[in-house]
């Protein structure tokens, strides 16, 4: 067990929050770790409730209701070169969802964002991944949140690899799920919930028909997004994706590929799209903080137009690298 030293008080700004980097931390790690993107981190610490802890010694209670009922909500984050991209809004979109579900976050989203760098310097990355995650926290047998008396919050930085690099040079096989995007009116799906199960059965679905990622419609049949990530089509120079309506999480990538279409002067709309828009398209590409911007060839076993990663693609996939590499909150 490490304790956690914040020495300075974080700041908050008029926009993002501002936190000077602790002055004192123990043990002190390498400033500037070499980028060990590929392979696994050894020994690597997870932050528990102010804690770090080794990893077979990050252990949660089996009475948190997180692990009893999904009862929590979570981000996934990707840090380039020592830098942290699109922290704010991955922490915007944590408040939200806590907020949806009336869970009250154990410390303030300043201190999250210190706990979340502080976790990937102690594990000396400089490229990688972080799951931030938020239960209701241990309590009884029963439903009641309220017998939850605090909430969890866990951070794990760790490297990460989606897909093999040859799917990003031919594209990915995508096939439509029959399990249905959760509706609006059961449970919304704007959470990103600890709740996952209705996107892992389309995923199985996916896996079981031999594709790399599942098609979710909604209930009336238009187009969602996928099991992991939002979902972009470009006809004669235009592009379309769901709307948020259709079921779709409110991607951070997918807010990023938007600015970078407002950049490149391509136009955008979010019509209702069914899956005569894909299979008609002339390029298709999904979107996602793991994934990144990832080509899709085929839907259904149905190329997309030539079934090859279209020109718009390529360069939607070029500007969002630049971004990576050189916009972010410094972790170092
Ligand atoms: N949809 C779903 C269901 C997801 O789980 C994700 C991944 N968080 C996305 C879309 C893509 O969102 P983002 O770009 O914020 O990672």
Do not use: W
């Amino acid at each position: 067990m490490i304790p956690i030293r914040v020495a300075k008080p974080p700041r908050f700004g008029d926009g993002f929050i501002q936190i000077e980097p602790p002055a004192v931390r123990e043990p002190l790690v390498n400033p500037a770790p070499a980028a060990h993107s590929e392979g696994h981190v050894t020994d690597m610490k997870v932050y528990i409730d102010g804690k770090f802890y080794a990893k077979e010694d990050a252990k949660v209670s089996v009475f948190d209701h997180g692990l009893l009922y999904g009862d929590g909500v979570f981000e996934g984050i990707r840090f380039y070169d020592g830098k942290v991209f699109r922290f704010e809004e991955h922490l915007k979109r944590l408040e939200l969802s806590a907020r949806a579900i009336a869970l009250k976050l154990p410390i303030s989203l300043a201190e999250i964002q210190e706990a979340t760098l502080e976790t990937i310097r102690q594990n000396e990355l400089r490229d990688g991944y972080v799951r931030l995650v938020l239960t209701r926290g241990p309590g009884d047998l029963g439903l009641n949140p309220l017998l939850c008396p605090k909430a969890s919050i866990i951070v794990i930085a760790s490297t990460i690899k989606l897909y093999p690099p040859e799917m990003y040079e031919n594209g990915l096989a995508v096939a439509t799920c029959a399990t249905r995007r959760v509706p609006h009116g059961a449970f919304s799906p704007m959470v990103k919930s600890l709740n996952y199960l209705n996107n892992i059965m389309a995923k199985m679905e996916a896996q079981n028909a031999g594709a790399g990622e599942g098609l979710m419609l909604n209930e009336q049949g238009f187009v969602a997004e996928c099991t992991g990530d939002n979902v972009f089509v470009i006809k004669d120079g235009k592009m379309t994706t769901p709307p948020i309506s259709s079921g779709a999480l409110a991607g951070v990538t997918r807010a990023v590929v938007l600015e970078i279409a407002a950049e490149l002067g391509v136009p955008v709309s979010e019509p209702d799209m069914t899956r005569y828009d894909i299979y008609t398209a002339d390029e298709c590409f999904l979107t996602g903080t793991a994934a990144e911007i990832i080509p899709v060839a085929t839907l259904d076993n149905r190329p997309i137009h030539d079934g090859k990663p279209g020109p718009l693609t390529r360069k939607f996939i070029e500007r969002f690298h630049q971004l990576t590499r050189s916009t972010g909150v410094a972790i170092y």
